[in-house]
């Protein structure tokens, strides 16, 4: 019996691994549409930080990015470093920051997917109440505490608070769409099982 339990938590981790790296793409689509409707440049340097995520810190440095159009360090840039020192002792290169921030934006994603995964197991959750809440938390606790905490992004009140709004809004969509990807994927799997 605590196999058949374990072996379903582990699919269901399994199926919200798949379902974070989704919602990140949700993540990243919405945070492109608040580009193009705040109308801004479309610079390599701002696409970037786009695509690593819907986090208060980036719009600030959507607007450095806009003015000097170079890359700037977000807070998955930072972690990308700081692991970079730690396991070869120097920094990465410029050249090197997206791909690396997508790397930890992406491993965040399937992480906290995969937690999706195990609470969708254990409990009967809707996408829209599970969901929205986990996206919620996922918020508060990692955006709004943990980040300036480690010294990630800077504290909470040197945003504005349409930039929290805006990350708050990617992260209720991220946790909508993790739990409904997660569900649809594990009806697949047991679909295809029968």
Known sequence: MADAH????????????????????????LQLLFDALNRRASCVAVRELSERGGRHDIAQ?????????????????????????????????????????????????ASTGALVGIIAERHALSPSRGGLFFGAMLWLFAEEIALPLFGLSAMPGKYRLQDHANGFAAHLLFGY??????????????????
């Open 6 to 29: 374990q072996r379903r938590l582990l699919k269901g981790a399994m199926a919200g691994a798949a379902a974070g790296i989704v919602a990140a793409i949700g993540m990243t689509t």
């Open 61 to 109: 440095l959507k607007e450095r990015a806009t003015k000097t159009g170079l890359r700037q360090k977000d807070a998955t840039v930072r972690t990308a470093n700081l692991l970079a020192r730690k396991l070869s002792g120097h920094a990465l290169p410029r050249t090197q920051w997206h791909r690396a921030g997508l790397t930890v934006h992406y491993i965040f994603a």
């Open 177 to 194: 769409a993790a739990f409904e990807t997660q569900r649809w994927i594990r009806r697949q799997s047991l679909a295809n099982a029968r």
